[in-house]
C-alpha cells in the first residue's frame, strides 16, 4: 500500500462498511426474494462493490449519479437508506418511490441519486443532462453515469459522449465490465479488450481499472472527479469487475462454465479489502463483526417494517403521472 | 373560450415571431430557461458576424444567442436521442430546457429518451422527479418536405402518460401556449404547423400564458361541430365560413393542446348540435381524431344524431409528387362533403 494514494484510515474503514453493507445488503435480497413476497426482478451487486464504494466516497449530496438495472450498490453508496430501499422492493407506499418504481427504478432525489434505470444505458442521457445542469447553474458538482458491458452497445454512449466532449460537461462515464451481458460475453460482444478506448474517439481520458480493487477505484475517481470539478471535463473509467452473482436472482447460468465463475470469485473485492486493512493494522476480526452485526441488525429491521408497512391503494394509480393537476 | 385582459399594446406578428417571442420572454424571466438544437444560433464558435446569423431552420430562435449568450443558447451536433436524453436529466437537476428538435419526424430518433425517461421518470420515482422540458418541432405537409419531414405524430405522443401535448394554430396562442408549456413542470412537446408559422395576428407585447386543456371556440354554430387539429382548425374555419352561405351554421372548436385534451367544451358543444366531424391531418388508425371519436360516442352517444364523422389523411406516409400530397391533406371539399354528409344536405 504504499506507493498508492494516501487514503485516511477513517475513509477506509467507512469504504469497508459500505462495501460490507452492499454485500450483506444484496445476500438478504437474495434471500428474501427467494421466499417469494417479493414483486418484480431483482439484479444483484455482488463482486462489483469496490467501484460504486471507491467513486461515490468523492461525492457529496449535490453531486449526481444514475445507475443501472442493476443499482442496490449505487443506492447505497450514494447514501440512501436501507429501510427506504427494503420498502420500496416490497412495493410499499413508505418505499423511497411510494412503490411505483421497485428494485430496478429505486432512486432517492434528495441525495443525487437520479435513479436506477432499466432500460440498458439509460443512466447515460440522465447523468450528462445533470452535468449540463450544473455548467448552467455554474456550480462544481459533477455527475457519474453508470453501465455496463452491455451498455456501451448503446447510441447514446456515443451521442452523449460527443456532447460532453464539445460541452466539457462535468460527467464521469462509469463502464463497469463484468464480463458478460446477461448471457452474452466481452469476447463476443466487442471487438476490443478495453471499452475505455470507445473514449479515443472523442479525445476524452479513458481508464482501465480493477474494479475490485477499492484503492485504485478510489485513486482514479479522485483524479477524474477533480477534472470534473475543476471545468475541464469529462471522463471514461472502466472497472474490470468480476460478476459473482448471476444476472438476476433465479438465473441459472447455464451459459456459463464453472471456471468463470470460480475466477470470479476468486476477486473477491470485500475479502481483499478486508485483507488488506488486517494487513495494515487498521482492521480487527472482532471490528469487523461489529461491523457486521450492525449491518445485520439493520437489515432486520429495515425488512421487518417493510412487510409490515402500508400498499398503497388502487386510487392512486395514476398519482405522481404529472406534476399538479392535469386538464381543464 | 379563453379571455384575456391586456391593457398592453397589440401588434400583428407571425406565429413563427410570436414563437419566438415567448423563448425571449421567457427566458429573461427565468434564467434557468435554455434554448438548443441543431442550427437554433447558426455559426457556432466562428464568432462575429456568423455566430447567430441563423437563429434556427425557420429563424424562430432569432436573436436569443445574442441577448443571452453561448452557456444559455446552444447549436448542437445532430444527436436527438443525446438531445432529449441530455434534457431529462437537465431538468431532472433543475433547469428548464426548451430543445428544438426541428421537424416532429425526427422524433423517434429520441423515442426512448421521450417515453422510456422522459415520460415515466417522476411517475417511477413517486413523484422525487419533475421533468420540466419543452420540445418544439414543425410538423405537416404541403411544402414538398416528403415523407420524413412532413409527419404529425402528436397522437403518438398524446397516447404516452406523462407527457403533455400542445397544438397552437393562432400567433396569439402559440406565444400563450409556449410561454405556460415553458412554465409547466411535465415535459411538454409543442407542435408548430409550417404552414401557420406565416399567419398573422395582433399579439399582445406582454408574456401572457395561455392555458394547458382549454380549448376554444373559434367560432359559434348550432347546426354541427367541427373539431380541427392545428392547421386543420384554420381550415375548418374557412369551410364554416362557406357552408354559412348555404345557411349551415357550423361551430369551431380548436382543441390548442391533446394532452390535457378540453373534452368538456366538445361534449358540451356535441351536446347542443348533435353531429361532430373531427378533422385531422394525420393518417387515421390510433390517432387523436379516433380518441375524440370514441370520447364522444362514450359520454354524448344520446345527443348524437348521427355517427362521428372523421375526415383524416390516408393510411401512408406523405408524398412528394403535389397531386399526391394534396391527395394526402384533408382539403375543404373534402371536410365540406363531410359536415354535409352529416346533416344530409
Avoid at chain 2, 209 to 219: D, E, F, Q
Wanted: with cysteine; hydrophobic share 40%; glycine share 10%.
Amino acid at each position: 500500500m504504499s506507493d498508492r494514494m494516501t487514503i485516511a484510515d477513517r475513509t477506509l474503514l467507512e469504504m469497508f462498511e459500505t462495501m460490507t453493507k452492499i454485500r450483506l445488503f444484496e445476500e438478504r435480497v437474495t434471500l428474501e426474494y427467494q421466499r417469494g413476497d417479493m414483486p418484480g426482478f431483482v439484479h444483484t451487486y455482488i463482486g462489483a462493490e469496490a467501484t460504486a464504494t471507491g467513486i461515490c466516497a468523492h461525492l457529496s449530496d449535490d453531486d449526481l449519479i444514475a445507475s443501472t438495472h442493476r443499482g442496490h450498490g449505487h443506492s447505497l453508496a450514494k447514501g440512501c437508506s436501507i429501510a427506504g430501499m427494503f420498502a420500496e422492493l416490497y412495493g410499499r407506499e413508505t418505499g423511497l418511490c411510494k412503490g411505483r418504481g421497485g428494485s430496478m427504478h429505486i432512486a432517492d432525489f434528495e441525495i443525487g441519486m437520479l435513479g436506477a434505470n432499466a432500460i440498458v444505458g439509460g443512466s447515460i442521457g440522465l447523468a450528462t443532462g445533470g452535468a449540463f445542469a450544473q455548467q448552467v447553474k455554474g456550480t462544481s458538482n459533477v455527475a457519474v453515469s453508470f453501465f455496463g458491458d452491455g451498455g456501451s452497445g448503446q447510441g447514446i454512449l456515443y451521442e452523449s459522449m460527443n456532447l460532453a466532449s464539445i460541452w466539457k460537461l462535468p460527467v464521469i462515464y462509469v463502464c463497469e465490465n463484468n464480463g458478460w451481458a446477461e448471457s452474452t460475453p466481452v469476447s463476443y460482444a466487442q471487438s476490443v479488450e478495453d471499452l475505455s478506448r470507445r473514449a479515443d474517439g472523442f479525445g476524452i481520458p479513458g481508464y482501465v481499472v480493477d474494479g475490485a480493487d477499492v484503492f485504485a477505484v478510489y485513486e482514479v475517481a479522485a483524479e477524474t472527479i477533480e477534472r470534473a470539478r475543476r471545468g475541464d471535463g469529462p471522463s471514461f473509467i472502466e472497472a474490470k469487475i468480476p460478476r459473482i452473482s448471476a444476472h438476476y436472482v433465479g438465473d441459472t447460468q447455464k451459459y456459463r462454465n464453472e471456471d468463470d465463475l470460480e475466477a470470479a470469485r476468486g476477486r473477491d473485492p470485500l475479502k481483499r479489502f478486508r485483507s488488506e486493512l488486517e494487513a495494515a493494522g487498521i482492521l480487527t476480526e472482532a471490528a469487523v463483526q461489529g461491523i457486521r452485526a450492525a449491518v445485520v441488525e439493520e437489515l432486520d429491521r429495515g425488512v421487518a417494517a417493510a412487510k409490515a408497512d402500508p400498499w398503497p391503494t388502487a386510487d392512486g394509480v395514476t398519482d405522481y403521472v404529472y406534476s399538479g393537476a392535469y386538464g381543464a | 373560450m379563453y379571455t384575456a385582459e391586456h391593457t398592453v399594446p397589440r401588434r400583428p406578428i407571425t406565429l413563427l415571431q410570436a414563437v419566438g417571442e415567448a423563448m425571449f420572454q421567457a427566458m429573461e424571466a427565468d434564467e434557468t430557461v435554455v434554448v438548443y438544437g441543431e442550427d437554433v444560433v447558426g455559426g457556432a464558435g466562428l464568432g462575429d458576424p456568423y455566430e447567430g446569423a441563423m437563429g434556427g431552420t425557420f429563424g424562430a430562435t432569432r436573436g436569443l444567442f445574442r441577448r443571452f449568450g453561448p452557456t444559455r443558447v446552444r447549436d448542437t451536433p445532430i444527436s436527438e436521442a443525446g438531445l432529449v436524453g441530455i434534457a431529462v436529466g437537465a431538468a431532472a437537476a433543475g433547469i428548464r430546457p426548451v430543445v428544438d428538435m426541428m421537424w416532429s419526424s425526427f422524433t423517434p430518433l429520441a423515442f426512448d429518451q421521450i417515453h422510456n425517461q422522459a415520460a415515466k421518470l417522476r411517475y417511477m420515482f413517486g413523484g422525487q422527479a419533475s421533468v420540466p422540458l419543452v420540445l418544439r418541432m414543425a410538423i405537416g405537409a404541403g411544402l414538398g418536405a416528403a415523407g420524413q419531414h412532413s409527419d404529425t405524430l402528436y397522437s403518438i405522443y398524446t397516447h404516452l402518460p406523462g407527457i403533455k401535448v400542445v397544438v397552437p394554430t393562432t400567433p396569439y396562442d402559440a406565444k400563450g401556449l409556449l410561454l405556460e408549456s415553458i412554465a409547466d413542470d411535465d415535459p411538454v412537446l409543442f407542435f408548430e404547423h409550417m404552414r401557420l408559422y406565416n399567419t398573422r395576428q395582433e399579439v399582445p407585447e406582454d408574456r401572457y400564458t395561455v392555458p394547458l386543456g382549454s380549448a376554444s371556440v373559434t367560432r359559434p354554430g348550432t347546426d354541427l361541430t367541427i373539431v380541427g387539429i392545428s392547421y386543420m382548425a384554420k381550415s375548418a374555419l374557412e369551410v364554416a365560413g362557406a357552408l354559412a352561405v348555404d345557411g349551415i351554421e357550423a361551430e369551431v372548436i380548436d382543441p390548442r393542446s391533446l394532452s390535457p385534451l378540453d373534452s368538456e367544451t366538445i361534449l358540451e358543444s356535441v351536446r347542443k348540435t348533435g353531429r361532430l366531424v373531427i378533422v385531422d391531418e394525420s393518417p387515421p388508425r390510433c390517432s387523436i381524431a379516433a380518441d375524440i371519436a370514441a370520447m364522444v360516442s362514450e359520454q354524448a352517444f344520446d345527443a348524437l344524431a348521427v355517427p362521428v364523422r372523421r375526415v383524416t389523411s390516408p393510411h401512408s406516409p406523405v408524398p412528394l409528387s403535389p397531386p399526391l400530397e394534396n391527395a394526402y391533406i384533408p382539403d375543404a371539399a373534402r371536410v365540406e362533403a363531410a359536415a354535409r354528409a352529416v346533416l344530409n344536405r
